[in-house]
């Protein structure tokens, strides 16, 4: 018992933190954060657990700005850090310098876990989807400056159609690339000249490399967005949370740029093809008004002989109608002289009284008749001469006649130097042709 050292509490503390914090001094520790608190200070306080044990953790406010990862409940990591006790408590805590996703399929899980929240809340419901701008007149970029993703988009958007390029210059990964893409979101939103479309581009990479580009705070950023946004992120086979939640996902930052604007040459063969098909149809309108105008014109220059002609159709249907009961009558004298034989009083007396209502529905109905035909005449009258081209001068039209009182359509059939015969609603007036301009 006498062998035994005697310590003090202060001095066993001490002999347990300098023991502890010496062989602990920097150490990787594999956990799942649980229990995760972020305090008003900006410390991170959680637990490392595995199937047995915990570990109680400590993220400073002065790390959290630059670790690789930032800590999310139930991640599985890798962190590297130190041991450090609190002799007053006589505990201890692993103090974080930096964490590490503990490989792909932690990512995978944070992912999906991310996706399920982010739907549940309609950030990729295609309703709150924007349009992209066929034509947009200023686009901007967020991406870095000095790759090459930059410049190949500058280059294709200058072959397809010139636009003006607005650049927001961002870190695309890191621990601080989440958030200074966040807030060039919301920069481009609030600038006064903003652009008319946002393409957030990035280059290809490992699924760690472009997992700022799966976090919740650039998928709010893109959400709240008033301007549409491209996501093009990685290559073709990278699917993204930005990508589900954007207006629109290009697979690669090239395909952007040819989503964004179309192509110059095929624009112009486009507006051509309309032009053509747009004159087709008016030459097609012009002959068939012409072809109307002219029907029209040959009723107004011999509108005696159209009256004439409707005259002569009225005398017809007359002399038809005069025809058939003078026909009719004398089949009836005929059938008297046939039946005079017999009974000639009482045939008479029928037949007369045949005569008398076939007189009176003859008599009834050739006044309706004429009635109708005297309305449908009068009624021809007055549109003939509501069509009449002295209604058409009135309106401040005239009519251009050559010496020989021909009537002229066509700028073609005028000579330079020879008069014509302009016709007014209240005369005429001889002109000469001084010269003469052919629409383009």
Known sequence: MSNIPEYSVSEISKSIKSNLEGQFSR??????????????????????????????????????????????????????????????????????????????????????????????????????????????????IITSSTGAVIQDMKKRIKERFPSHLMLWSVPVQGPKCEKVISEAIKGFNLIQDKPDVI?????????????????????????????????????????????LVADIRASTPTAAA?????????????????????????ENIFNMKSYKLDNFNLKLSEPKKYLESLEFRVSNEYLKIENFFTNYLKRIENLIKNL?????????????????????????NFD?????????????????????????LEKGFVIVNDLNNKLVKNLSELENNKDIIIKFSDGEATAKIIESTKKK
């Open 27 to 140: 150490v990787k520790i594999k956990g799942e954060i649980s229990g995760l608190t972020k305090a008003n200070s900006g410390h991170y306080y959680f637990n490392l657990k595995d199937e047995t044990a915990t570990l109680s953790s400590i993220i400073w406010r002065s790390t959290s700005n630059i670790i690789e990862v930032s800590p999310e409940e139930g991640l599985e990591i890798v962190a590297l850090g130190k041991i450090s006790t609190y002799m007053p408590r006589s505990n201890y805590n692993f103090i974080i310098e930096n964490i590490y996703v503990a490989g792909e399929g932690a990512l995978l899980k944070i992912i999906e876990d991310r996706k399920k929240r982010l739907k549940k809340l309609g950030f990729f419901d295609q309703e709150n989807k924007k349009k992209i701008p066929f034509l947009p007149s200023k686009i901007g």
């Open 368 to 392: 309706i008749f004429i009635e109708k035909k005297k309305n449908k005449f009068n009624n021809q009258l007055q549109i003939l001469s509501s069509c009449s081209y002295e209604r058409w």
């Open 199 to 243: 393409i957030l581009a990035r280059g290809g990479g490992s699924l760690e490399d472009i997992m700022a580009f799966n976090s919740e705070e650039i998928a709010s950023s893109i959400f709240e967005s008033k301007i549409p946004i491209i996501s093009a992120v990685g290559h073709e086979t990278d699917f993204t949370i930005s990508d």
């Open 340 to 364: 005079s034989l017999l009974d000639p009083n009482k045939k008479i007396i029928d037949l007369d009284k045949e005569l008398k209502k076939i007189y009176n529905y003859f008599n009834k």
């Open 258 to 282: 040819d989503l964004v604007v179309p192509e110059k040459i095929e624009l112009k063969e486009k507006i051509n093809n309309l032009l053509v098909a747009k004159n087709s149809n008016l």
